[in-house]
């Protein structure tokens, strides 16, 4: 019986240096992180006179639940996180499709022009229209005040794009495409037959990108809405951070000024606990995106 050696290949000076660095690195990184997020749970949770003098630093003090009482009782947080989520499952499930859909002829080998294709595509990660003329072109196509205006200038993102092109190319065996179309099955049939059951692990990455996009996303509400009924949840949390910013700013000592912070807070912890809580579920499809654009482009 022939005994298995386990030789333990020792690092050199250098390489020991290297990984202490990292590790050290990693670490100042994630408490750059968390610090500033145990802050605003604590401050969330604290008295809010003890957050107006300091007093507050990553635990709370005064516990209290006052600031969420007055978050749950405003009918704008409930109106903006129907909004947000009527964004962020439209948007995702519009913005999965077409990309599924530019992304499967692409990685064919035999569609003619798709590097020309693929050229144009990467393009527009580096040269863009720019905001007036998105704007003017929203504008036109009357999507202003409309749900559409959130969800489809920014429909397809290139970048994601070509991970899922990347994946099909790596996964799905040209051979097992060419097999198929020799019995007679057709492009469509090919691609929900075959291509859609193999595609799950891509698909959940394309969900998790798209849908935390959406779900953060303000800027565009604040472009193509006026509509206060259309304003999605990071919109509401905006004009809280500004009237909070205003009232420290007045000075004053009214009802406004000392919970202006503690608001503020609790409502950026209630704006991010669904995202919180969902992303550690879907962390190792984060890495497979990442991992999957990182091996070719």
Excluded at 47 to 75: C, H, I, N, Q, W
Excluded at 95 to 106: K, N, Q, R
Aim: charged share 15%.
């Amino acid at each position: 019986m022939v005994k298995k050696s386990h030789t333990k290949i020792k690092e050199t000076p250098g390489e020991r240096v290297f990984s202490f660095i990292v590790v050290a690195l990693l670490v100042i990184f994630c408490l750059l992180i968390i610090f500033p997020l145990l802050h605003i749970i604590s401050g969330s949770f604290s008295d809010p006179m003890a957050l107006l003098r300091g007093e507050v630093s990553f635990f709370p003090k005064g516990f209290t639940l006052s600031m969420y009482e007055k978050v749950f009782k405003d009918d704008n947080i409930w109106l903006g996180y129907r909004n947000t989520l009527l964004y962020t499952v439209l948007g995702t499930a519009i913005s999965v499709i077409l990309t599924m859909c530019a992304a499967y002829p692409l990685s064919r080998r035999d569609f003619y022009g798709r590097n020309f294709f693929t050229t144009i595509f990467v393009f527009t990660m580096f040269f863009t229209g720019g905001m007036i003329p998105t704007f003017l072109i929203v504008q036109r196509l009357h999507l202003l005040d409309t749900i559409w205006a959130m969800v489809l200038p920014a429909a397809v993102s290139t970048y994601n794009m070509i991970i899922m092109r990347t994946f099909f190319e790596q996964t799905i065996p040209f051979e097992l495409v060419e097999s198929a179309s020799l019995d007679g099955c057709n492009d469509l049939g090919i691609f929900f037959r075959i291509v859609l059951p193999l595609s799950g692990p891509i698909i959940a990455v394309m969900v998790l990108f798209y849908g935390v996009k959406l779900w953060n996303s303000w800027f565009s509400a604040l472009l193509y809405l006026h509509d206060r009924g259309l304003y999605p949840l990071q919109m509401i949390l905006r004009e809280v951070l500004i009237q909070s910013d205003i009232s420290n700013m007045a000075g004053g000592m009214g009802d406004i000024e000392i919970i202006g912070d503690g608001l503020k807070y609790a409502t950026m912890v209630v704006a991010s606990l669904p995202v919180m809580c969902l992303y550690p579920f879907l962390q190792k499809y984060f890495v497979k995106g990442v991992m999957i654009g990182a091996v070719k482009g």
